[in-house]
């Protein structure tokens, strides 16, 4: 089956600064990635997320590139603020129509 | 539509009761998925259904552990006896999706239940 990876498992970062995620995948058939956020005591929700079709995808502050090639995904947050505060999912497909879900990464946006 | 519909939100029982989780999957989605969610193993796929049917359990840990999908709107995850280890967060999750064609569509989530096994 599918492995992910995702790094750092925690993250803090300045209000207004970048924060970047990679995860890594085993599948090279694996096909679409999305990202989720996961805030305290909440569902997951998907934020982002990109096909092997393309190596970039973005939205507002956020944005996700991919490389195929070397098997990796990153997310990219820009200008954070204090309700980015969260943890992360990255997953990729694999089979049919599953998802295998990274560990996660808690991000922490410090005023 | 209301998203995907879990109940009950919160579940405490004893060791040896059994414990039967309920899922609404969004009106028109035929793919649903149960998760399990650990600090420690992060989510977990327990079971996946494709237009009612089970296409993969292989990641239900037991066979205490049971899941039905008797029709399009209706999901139920059974833990018979349920132990203190099962304590988790289990998410129902729906989507679109055909399983021949391979074809990912966008996953969403139910609120959860948080099982406490005491």
């Known amino acids: 089956g599918e492995n992910v990876e995702q790094h750092p498992s925690t993250l803090s970062v300045q209000e207004g600064d970048s924060a970047v995620i990679k995860c890594t995948y085993s599948d090279s058939a694996s096909n679409y990635f999305p990202w989720y956020k996961q805030e305290l005591g909440k569902r997951p929700q998907l934020i982002i997320d990109?096909?092997?079709?393309?190596g970039e995808k973005k939205d507002q502050r956020i944005a996700v590139t991919l490389n195929k090639t070397a098997k990796h995904f990153s997310l990219h947050i820009t200008e954070t603020q204090p309700e980015d505060s969260a943890v992360y999912f990255c997953a990729a497909s694999y089979g049919n129509n599953r998802l295998a879900f990274g560990k996660g990464n808690q991000v922490v946006v410090i005023p | 539509d209301a998203g995907v519909i879990q109940s009950p939100r919160h579940e405490v029982t004893e060791m040896g009761q059994e414990v039967t989780l309920r899922c609404k999957p969004i009106s028109g989605h035929n793919s649903l998925f149960w998760y399990r969610q650990t600090m420690m193993r992060g989510l977990e796929l327990l079971i996946y259904f494709n237009n009612n049917v089970p296409i993969d359990d292989s990641g239900m840990p037991e066979d205490r552990f049971s899941a039905k999908m008797p029709n399009a709107s209706f999901s139920t995850l059974k833990i018979q006896p349920s132990e203190p280890r099962d304590s988790a967060v289990y998410f129902c999750?729906?989507?679109?999706?055909?399983?021949?064609?391979?074809?990912?569509?966008?996953?969403?989530f139910g609120s959860g239940t948080q099982l406490s096994v005491l």
């Open positions: 999750a729906s989507s679109w999706g055909d399983s021949l064609a391979g074809d990912n569509e966008k996953l969403f």
């Open positions: 990109i096909r092997s079709n393309v």
